[in-house]
Nanobody, 127 residues
Framework: QVQLVESGGGLVQAGDSLRLSCAAS????????MGWFRQAPGKEREFVAA????????SYADSVKGRFTISRDNAKNTVYLQMNSLKPEDTAVYYC????????????????????WGQGTQVTVSS
């Protein structure tokens, strides 16, 4: 049974940093793209960042580019999201997602590209 478990969320002030982790179990995702999405209250879930299986390619939403960094450690079957210079508008539940296949980078921003999802971790940024 595949499980993705996010951790690292919390309450921080604007300008602070957080690092989210997503630990996968049940299968290896070393060859598969993985991504982060978020959902703010009253809004639809949106793409944040994605990374290729090797970690050599990444993609970011414009709203987080330059502030967030996605990375992965395939030995630990874990993907990370380093979030710096956090803003109140970054407040959301953050979800980790994994593709069954290597994936297509042009589709990384689409929810239906991913087959597995975590339960989410809350990030709250106060002003």
């Amino acid at each position: 049974q595949v499980q993705l478990v996010e951790s690292g969320g919390g309450l921080v002030q604007a300008g602070d940093s957080l690092r989210l982790s997503c630990a996968a179990s049940g299968r290896t995702f070393s060859y598969n793209s993985m991504g982060w999405f978020r959902q703010a209250p009253g809004k639809e879930r949106e793409f944040v960042a994605a990374i290729s299986g090797s970690g050599g390619s990444t993609s970011y939403a414009d709203s987080v580019k330059g502030r967030f960094t996605i990375s992965r450690d395939n030995a630990k079957n874990t993907v990370y999201l380093q979030m710096n210079s956090l803003k109140p508008e970054d407040t959301a539940v953050y979800y980790c997602a994994a593709d069954k296949f290597p994936g297509t980078s042009s589709r990384w921003n689409l929810e239906n590209e991913y087959d597995y999802w975590g339960q989410g971790t809350q990030v709250t940024v106060s002003s």
